[in-house]
């Protein structure tokens, strides 16, 4: 099975100034085939005044912007992201990097913006652990993986 994860772009504005509805639209139109990485900083000019945006997140990063993206605008301390798989969540543990997500035959671990790390498939997994920094998978019965992201 495979993961099917969207194509996306999460901006947070870096100026004071309420956007309207469908802003979203004109500023993918603007970024349009550039590439953009998560972290960065990326400017637009939109009646003749720079705009400059922070990528929260882009997934995968780099992305170039085309008509394939789906591109959020968030404001505000508040951040959200949402995923969606193709398996059950059998459960998630947070640790010092990211977290990892269980699934029935996989462990898929994320940093805090939600992006893959590592992902694996086992035959049978049996119990993850966690510490500040590492990550302890058991799995076959008599099997252990040690993960350092």
Known sequence: MFMVIAMRVLLKPLFDAELPSGFEDILKAKLSGRE?????????ELLGKPLKFRVL????????????????????????????FDDPVEGVLPFGKGFVVMFPRRVLILNQNGQKIYSDEFGELNSVNVSEDVVVVVHDRSKIRIVKP
Do not use: C, F, K, W
């Open 36 to 44: 953009v990485r998560t972290g960065v900083e990326v400017e637009v």
């Open 57 to 84: 997140l882009a997934e995968p990063s780099p992305l170039r912007i085309g008509s394939g993206v789906n591109l959020e605008i968030v404001g505000g301390a508040l951040e959200v992201l949402d995923m969606e």
